[in-house]
Every structure is written in structure tokens, then in C-alpha cells.
């Protein structure tokens, strides 16, 4: 099945701990995406990434970081200095054919 | 102001109903225009892609843009239970000559459909 995989579905942080968000294609994108949702708020862009190697901040960048080493990878970490980290987190890739999202990530700060 | 604004609802409706969701948007340099459809605790799903101005239909949804108000629109026909969801309206936006695009979302609108 080609898809996009994140993991994990929940996660809890407790507070000044930093966490890792998985995202994993097998549509052979170049471009892959994440976004933050909040209620209320809709979708908002952290960084995004064109191609391996490269990646830009997004509207809310700050207290996040990514990478991209690999085609099929864009992991996100939310660092301590992330002061409201609870959210649903998103990853998305750009095809031919537009947008496809994962089912999500949930982080709950305890 | 925010780029795009959504009402965000809820919205009820009966089934069988006809369906007007609604975005407007301030930035010009929007150039193509989506809706997303997302169940609750899902990754939101494309439902209707557009570019020009006017419409587009696929089955019980049309999709209307009007660049000039720069207002867009989807309309849900013969409404299902099944149609429950939140729906997103999504703008794309050219960024650079390198092929960088982004999308802009509105909030997102609550729709339950009664049985």
C-alpha cells in the first residue's frame, strides 16, 4: 500500500522533554510537509522540505526542528522551548495529484 | 486578518439538505484552491481540487470559485449521515521559482448531518 505512516498515533511529553515525531512515505515524493492543528485554528505550517537535504521554516517554526536525510523520512522534534506543544500534528507529502496526509499524530504534554 | 477565513460553524443539517460551506481569502497570490474533508481523529482527505474561476462538480459535491471576490465554495447535495465530518478549505501558493508551494488553511467547519 503506498501511503503515509506516522507514528506514534498518541504520544504524552512531559514538560522540558523533547519528543520525536515519525513520518514515513513510500509514494516517492519529494516534498513532504508538517502542520500543526489546533481547534479553532485549522492547519498551521511548520517547515516543510522541496528535496533530501533541504528543508524551510514554516509559520510556526519556533521550538520545532526537522530533518531530512532520506527521500522517505521527515522527522519532526518538538523541543523543550515549545511552550504550547499540545496538538495534533500532521505530515503531508505533495504529489503530481496534489496533498496526502497522514492519520496524525496526537502529543498530550503531562 | 488572517490570509483565509472559514466559518467554523458547527453546522447541522437534515439529511438530504443541501450544503453551503463557505471561505474568503485576501491574498492574490493564491492560485488553486482545494477542499479537505476530515473525520474526526484522521488525517484530512481531498475531496475537490480547482484552479480557474466558476465550477466544478464530482457527484454530489460542487466545488465554485470566484476569483475576483476571491471567494470559494462547496455545496453538498442530497446530504448524507455519512457527510459528518469537518470540512477545510485549503488555498495553494507559489513561493519561488525552485517549485516552492505551501498551502494556507481555513479553520475548518463542523458539519453533522441528522439522520
Known amino acids: 500500500d503506498g501511503g503515509i505512516t506516522q507514528s506514534p498515533k498518541y504520544l504524552f511529553r512531559k514538560e522540558g522533554q523533547n519528543v520525536t515525531l515519525s513520518c514515513e512515505q513510500n509514494?516517492?515524493?519529494?516534498?513532504m510537509y508538517w502542520y500543526r492543528q489546533d481547534p479553532g485554528q485549522g492547519l498551521r505550517l511548520i517547515y516543510y522540505s522541496q528535496i533530501v537535504n533541504d528543508f524551510q521554516k514554516g509559520d510556526i517554526a519556533e521550538g520545532y526542528s526537522v530533518s531530512r536525510e532520506k527521500k522517505e523520512s521527515f522527522p519532526l522534534t518538538v523541543t523543550s522551548a515549545q511552550k504550547n506543544p499540545t496538538a495534533f500534528y500532521l505530515c503531508?507529502?505533495?504529489?503530481?495529484?496534489?496533498?496526502?496526509f497522514g492519520s496524525g499524530t496526537r502529543l498530550t504534554v503531562v | 486578518q488572517k490570509e483565509v477565513e472559514q466559518d467554523p460553524g458547527p453546522l447541522s443539517v437534515p439529511e438530504g439538505a443541501i450544503v453551503s460551506l463557505n471561505c474568503t481569502y485576501s491574498n492574490s497570490a493564491f492560485q488553486y484552491f482545494m477542499w479537505y474533508r476530515q473525520y474526526s481523529r484522521k488525517g484530512p482527505e481531498l475531496l475537490m481540487y480547482t484552479y480557474s474561476s466558476g465550477n466544478k462538480e464530482d457527484g454530489r459535491f460542487t466545488a465554485q470559485v470566484d476569483k475576483s471576490s476571491k471567494y470559494i465554495s462547496l455545496f453538498i447535495r442530497d446530504s448524507q449521515p455519512s457527510d459528518s465530518a469537518t470540512y477545510l478549505c485549503a488555498m495553494r501558493e507559489i513561493i519561488s521559482n525552485f517549485g516552492n508551494e505551501k498551502l494556507t488553511f481555513g479553520t475548518g467547519t463542523r458539519l453533522t448531518i441528522i439522520p
Open positions: 503531508a507529502t505533495r504529489g503530481t495529484y496534489g496533498y496526502t
Open positions: 509514494l516517492n515524493h519529494d516534498a
